[in-house]
């Protein structure tokens, strides 16, 4: 059993002693007394759940919320408690030394996380992807980690790895078979597979390049009132999205985020909610949400139904960027847009694409991208977890490349004729590449320096 304060330093409303490992239910019996004096066991072999009582420590007794998740579904795969005491230190500390007597150790820094590992409840970069969101320093590093450990990358690796693997399945079957055999599979069908194989590695990488783009990318806000057309928009400007498009005012609820490609590099392209002061409610927290996107973003898109145009003021924040866009031109009846020095206006339409090209134009010089962008007079600072961030980063793009560099080679040797079983040596090399990204020929001086990082509870 292994055991730690898994609680922020310091005092608090609550503190929180979390222990994974065998046995666990014995130590329970030990320390734990139900607020009713019920059998403890009664419920320790059943399922989840919570229950009150107060914890013993040796010396006393103190109020105590336990949380019971037995395995295999809990967060390690084994049984797992956690004790939700009051946050004085004190009372944590002896509250520890109590379970450490009872015939638990103390966790080693990420010890909770590698025990999830080790029993298939993460891969490696689920793994990676904890690490990053507990070290987070922005919210565009917290986005990041998400992603990771969403199973984003682990989605990928599975099928490659799938494809890899029945490619040479089929590369060593052949080799028992002559070419008129029935069992022999044509050169042309491998080469075929092979490239549906790549193209899944270029996916993979290029995942993996927008999951760092995302630490510095800049993030433009579709602003406007409800119902002016800012979800087509979304939809014509952003890679592959499909934000819900309704004749319905209001029909954004929930923020939606996309890329959007522009010369010099892709950007956060955001659609929150419309604008209205008076909404109240589920509303009035979307309203709340917007406004932090507002709030964070480097460039203001304000998009105006130019069919039903009214004066309205510029949404803020004071100070970001913003350029008007006079939306749904070609509707019959559309105004001009107004000359206004102190506001650059830009005519769109996002069912024609009139203006949207002029559009990527105003926004990347805006942002300062592409070739006149200005150059930074040092070395970018960075935060310890994009830092962090960074170096997995690189772990995995240099196992995919060496993994799509070994496939390339594979598809040569297979097109020039070469021998099957140097092609299937060949697969089984790519395959290596995707399992250290996936931690099962991971070196075991590696985890220790992930799983080092990370702090000790987690």
């Not at 759940?49 to 084994?78: C, I, K, N, Q």
């Not at 150790?105 to 970069?125: K, Q």
């Not at 089929?170 to 549906?196: K, N």
């Not at 979307?286 to 105006?304: C, H, I």
Request: proline share 5%; glycine share 12%.
């Amino acid at each position: 059993m292994i055991a730690a304060v898994c609680s922020p330093p310091g005092p608090g409303q609550r503190g929180v002693l979390r222990v994974s490992g065998a046995r666990l239910a014995e130590l329970v019996v030990e320390c734990f007394v139900e607020a009713e004096r019920g059998e403890v066991r009664r419920f320790l072999g059943g399922g989840r759940g919570r229950f009150e009582g107060r914890f013993r420590d040796g010396v006393g007794a103190v109020p105590v919320s336990l949380l019971w998740m037995p395995g295999p579904h809990s967060y390690t795969r084994e049984d797992v408690a956690e004790f939700h005491l009051p946050g004085a230190p004190a009372l944590l500390a002896a509250a520890l030394e109590r379970v450490l007597e009872l015939g638990a150790r103390a966790a080693a820094p990420g010890e909770f996380t590698r025990r999830a590992f080790l029993n298939g409840r993460l891969d490696l970069s689920q793994a990676e992807g904890v690490l990053e969101v507990v070290s987070a320093t922005s919210e565009a590093e917290h986005r990041a980690g998400l992603a990771l450990l969403a199973g984003g990358l682990r989605e990928r690796l599975e099928g490659l790895r799938e494809g890899l693997d029945d490619l040479r399945a089929l590369c060593e079957a052949s080799l028992d078979f002559d070419e008129s055999d029935t069992g022999h599979v044509p050169v042309e069908e491998l080469l075929q597979r092979g490239e549906a194989c790549r193209a899944g590695l270029d996916e993979a990488l290029t995942w993996e390049q927008r999951r760092e783009a995302a630490l510095d990318a800049p993030r433009v806000v579709l602003v406007g009132s409800p119902n002016a057309g800012k979800s087509s928009l979304f939809n014509a400007l952003a890679d592959g999205s499909t934000a819900l498009v309704s004749d319905l005012a209001g029909s954004t609820r929930d923020g939606v985020r996309g890329w959007w490609r522009l010369d010099g590099g892709d950007v956060w392209l955001s659609d929150a909610a419309g604008l209205d002061p008076e909404a109240a409610g589920a509303d009035g927290r979307a309203q709340e949400l917007a406004a932090a996107e507002r709030e964070g973003a480097d460039l203001l898109l304000w998009v105006v139904d130019g069919s039903e145009a009214s004066r309205s003021a510029r949404p803020g924040p004071v100070g970001t960027p913003c350029l008007r866009l006079w939306n749904k031109v070609d509707l019959e009846g559309a105004a001009e847009p107004p000359g206004d020095p102190d506001l650059p206006t830009l005519a769109v339409s996002a069912r024609t694409g009139r203006g949207l090209e002029e559009l990527a134009r105003r926004a990347a010089r805006l942002l300062g991208l592409g070739a006149d962008a200005p150059q930074s007079s040092g070395p970018p600072s960075e935060s310890s977890g994009a830092g962090l961030a960074r170096e997995l980063f690189a772990r995995h793009r240099r196992a995919l490349a060496d993994a799509r560099d070994e496939l390339e080679a594979t598809l040569g040797l297979l097109a020039a004729g070469a021998p099957l079983d140097a092609a299937a040596q060949g697969l089984r090399e790519a395959t290596a590449a995707l399992d250290e990204i996936r931690g099962e020929t991971t070196p075991e001086d590696l985890l220790d320096r992930i799983f080092s990082r990370f702090c000790i509870g987690k």
